[in-house]
Antibody, heavy 123, light 107 residues
Framework: HLQLQESGPGLVKPSETLSLTCTVS??????????WGWIRQPPGKGLEWIGS???????YENESLKGRVTLSVDTSKNQMSLKLTSVTAADTATYYC???????????????WGQGSLVAVSS | SSELTQDPGVSVALGQTVTITCRGD??????GTWYQQRPGQAPLLVIY???NRPSGIPDRFSGSTSGTTASLTITAAQAEDEADYYC??????????FGPGTKVTVL
C-alpha cells in the first residue's frame, strides 16, 4: 500500500528557505515507471505544480518558480526533497508530494498523494 | 505559458447528471486528468488517460477529451460527490498545469 508523507517546518521566515521532505513507503522511488512531484495549494485557492523529479535526478520545474526551486532525491532513504528559496507570504500553502505516472505520451496523472504539509511564511 | 480554464461552480440535483469542462491549448492531442478534492483532504485522482478510473472510483465518473476541451461527467450524482474538481494536463515542454477548479454542489 503506497503512502507518501511530507515533513518539515510549519513556519518559515520571509526571505529564508523552505525545506520539505517526502518519504515514500510501499513503492520504490527508483520505480522506472514514475516521476515524483510537488504540488502546493495556498489557503482557499487552487493547485499549483512546483516540479517533478525522476530517481536519476532528472527534474522539471514550474517556469514561474524556476531559480527558486531545488528538487533532489535520496534513493537510499526512499525520499525526495524540496527547497524553495527567498520565500514570501505568497508561498504560504499546503505542500503535497505525489507520485506521477503517464498513460502513454498523452496523459500524465498524480495517482497517490501525501496528506499535505501546511507551511506558513511569517516573521 | 499554457493555462487551463474551468467554470468556477456548478450545481446538480441529487441523482442527476452533471458535466464540467476544462479548456486549454495544452490539451491538444492529450487527455485531461481529473481530481476530486473534498474540504480538508488531499486531491484524489478520478479520471486519467482516455477514460480510466483508478481502483475504487465509482463508474458514475467518466471523462473525455476533444480538441482543446476535456470533460468530466458525473452520472447520477451522489451527495458525496460534492467537492472541488481540478483538471490537469502536461504540455509539450514538461510543464504540468492545473485548472483553477470547479466547485460542484449537489442539491
Amino acid at each position: 500500500h503506497l503512502q507518501l508523507q511530507e515533513s518539515g517546518p510549519g513556519l518559515v521566515k520571509p526571505s529564508e528557505t523552505l525545506s520539505l521532505t517526502c518519504t515514500v513507503s510501499g513503492d520504490s522511488i527508483k520505480n522506472k515507471n514514475y516521476y515524483w512531484g510537488w504540488i502546493r495549494q495556498p489557503p482557499g485557492k487552487g493547485l499549483e505544480w512546483i516540479g517533478s523529479i525522476y530517481y536519476t535526478g532528472t527534474t522539471y520545474e514550474n517556469e514561474s518558480l524556476k531559480g527558486r526551486v531545488t528538487l533532489s532525491v535520496d534513493t537510499s532513504k526512499n525520499q525526495m526533497s524540496l527547497k524553495l528559496t527567498s520565500v514570501t507570504a505568497a508561498d504560504t500553502a499546503t505542500y503535497y508530494c505525489a507520485r506521477r505516472g503517464t498513460s502513454g505520451i498523452s496523459s500524465a496523472y498524480f495517482d497517490f498523494w501525501g496528506q499535505g504539509s501546511l507551511v506558513a511564511v511569517s516573521s | 505559458s499554457s493555462e487551463l480554464t474551468q467554470d468556477p461552480g456548478v450545481s446538480v440535483a441529487l441523482g442527476q447528471t452533471v458535466t464540467i469542462t476544462c479548456r486549454g491549448d495544452s490539451l491538444t492531442g492529450k487527455y485531461g486528468t481529473w481530481y476530486q478534492q473534498r474540504p480538508g483532504q488531499a486531491p484524489l485522482l478520478v479520471i486519467y488517460g482516455q477514460n480510466n478510473r483508478p481502483s475504487g472510483i465509482p463508474d458514475r465518473f467518466s471523462g473525455s477529451t476533444s480538441g482543446t476541451t476535456a470533460s468530466l461527467t458525473i452520472t447520477a450524482a451522489q451527495a458525496e460527490d460534492e467537492a472541488d474538481y481540478y483538471c490537469h494536463s502536461r504540455d509539450n515542454y514538461g510543464q504540468n498545469i492545473f485548472g483553477p477548479g470547479t466547485k460542484v454542489t449537489v442539491l
